[in-house]
């Protein structure tokens, strides 16, 4: 897995150097070659669908909600509630906003740090089989074309960020609680968007214009349909079309082993966001 000799491929410049160097000698890059690791994260996180493991933890986590209380699978009050997880079970998996309520977490660390980390975890869970069906169904819409514009760890940052970024918002606005995807959707439209207005021509106005009018769409659904989060809505997209702004620039580069490795960490984020929630609301549930 670590490669402690020979050359690797500068990621900055393109040109071969030791994988020892502590700076590339011609751009001057710091450690070019990742302590030795340049290569495994090049290879083998660039193999990832990250299309596909965002679905998988998202149904994961939608099924576990159930499992912790499944009085949510009995408790069925309409079409939107079939199915869904009780507050119980997503305030314990990660939801955001008010959940404690307001100035519940003044002094406790545990829970500001969950408060804190819920902009992640919560972008995973989601309120109900409809909630879930339609958001994994725009996460396929979109993510495998974001993947292809934007590289697959960059699409993962578009993803993470824009929805953290949309619940941010939330929370300073409203601090309703809640759950979901679709503020990250909405990055990936701005995403699209943005990379379809940098192409240029016919087909990338096509691109980006339809991208945009499913935006609109979607967002104007938003005041026709009940405990829909708007705000989450505009700031992820807000969010996503900056991230993808910094990004469009080094599109046409493969990804950097450092960029991999930023998406390996924030996928360990996500990971230890959802375990903080746990820990923290369990340990004062007993």
């Given at each position: 897995?670590?490669?402690?000799s020979?050359?690797?491929?500068?990621s900055?410049?393109?040109?071969?150097?030791?994988?020892?160097?502590?700076?590339?000698?011609?751009?001057?890059?710091?450690?070019?070659?990742m302590?030795?690791?340049?290569?495994f994260?090049?290879?083998?996180?660039?193999d990832i669908?990250?299309?596909?493991?965002?679905s998988g933890f998202?149904?994961?986590?939608?099924?576990?909600?159930?499992?912790?209380?499944?009085r949510?699978?009995?408790?069925?009050?309409?079409?939107?509630?079939?199915?869904s997880?009780?507050v119980?079970s997503?305030?314990?998996?990660?939801?955001?906003?008010?959940v404690?309520?307001?100035?519940g977490?003044?002094g406790?660390?545990?829970?500001?740090?969950?408060?804190?980390?819920?902009?992640?975890?919560a972008?995973?869970?989601?309120?109900?089989?409809?909630?879930?069906?339609?958001?994994?169904m725009?996460?396929r819409?979109?993510?495998?074309?974001?993947?292809?514009?934007?590289?697959?760890?960059?699409a993962?940052?578009?993803?993470?960020?824009?929805?953290?970024?949309?619940?941010?918002?939330?929370?300073?606005?409203s601090?309703?609680?809640?759950v979901?995807?679709?503020?990250?959707?909405f990055g990936?439209?701005?995403?699209?968007?943005?990379?379809?207005?940098?192409?240029?021509?016919s087909?990338g106005?096509?691109?980006?214009q339809?991208?945009l009018?499913?935006a609109?769409?979607?967002?104007?659904?938003?005041?026709?349909?009940?405990?829909v989060?708007?705000?989450?809505h505009?700031g992820?997209?807000?969010?996503?079309?900056?991230?993808?702004l910094?990004?469009?620039?080094?599109?046409?580069?493969?990804?950097?082993?450092?960029?991999?490795?930023?998406?390996?960490?924030?996928?360990?984020?996500?990971v230890a966001s959802?375990?903080?929630?746990?820990?923290?609301?369990?340990?004062?549930?007993?």
């Amino acid at each position: 897995m670590r490669q402690t000799s020979g050359a690797i491929v500068c990621s900055s410049c393109g040109r071969l150097v030791d994988v020892n160097e502590s700076r590339c000698p011609y751009c001057g890059q710091w450690r070019p070659g990742m302590f030795g690791f340049s290569t495994f994260l090049q290879q083998r996180l660039g193999d990832i669908d990250v299309t596909t493991a965002i679905s998988g933890f998202c149904i994961v986590l939608y099924v576990l909600g159930l499992l912790l209380d499944p009085r949510g699978l009995l408790h069925i009050r309409g079409l939107f509630s079939l199915l869904s997880p009780t507050v119980r079970s997503l305030v314990l998996l990660g939801m955001t906003g008010d959940v404690v309520g307001r100035g519940g977490a003044q002094g406790d660390f545990w829970l500001q740090l969950r408060a804190w980390t819920s902009v992640v975890s919560a972008i995973f869970l989601h309120g109900g089989l409809l909630h879930i069906f339609f958001n994994l169904m725009w996460i396929r819409q979109l993510g495998p074309f974001v993947e292809e514009s934007y590289g697959s760890a960059r699409a993962f940052l578009i993803f993470v960020v824009s929805g953290a970024g949309g619940f941010v918002l939330s929370n300073l606005v409203s601090g309703t609680p809640t759950v979901g995807a679709s503020g990250s959707i909405f990055g990936l439209l701005a995403a699209t968007v943005a990379y379809g207005r940098r192409r240029g021509g016919s087909i990338g106005a096509a691109v980006s214009q339809q991208a945009l009018m499913w935006a609109v769409m979607v967002f104007a659904m938003g005041f026709l349909m009940p405990a829909v989060n708007n705000w989450a809505h505009g700031g992820g997209f807000a969010g996503g079309y900056l991230v993808s702004l910094a990004l469009l620039p080094h599109v046409h580069r493969a990804e950097s082993p450092r960029m991999r490795l930023t998406a390996l960490l924030l996928a360990l984020l996500c990971v230890a966001s959802i375990l903080v929630s746990v820990v923290t609301i369990f340990t004062r549930m007993i």
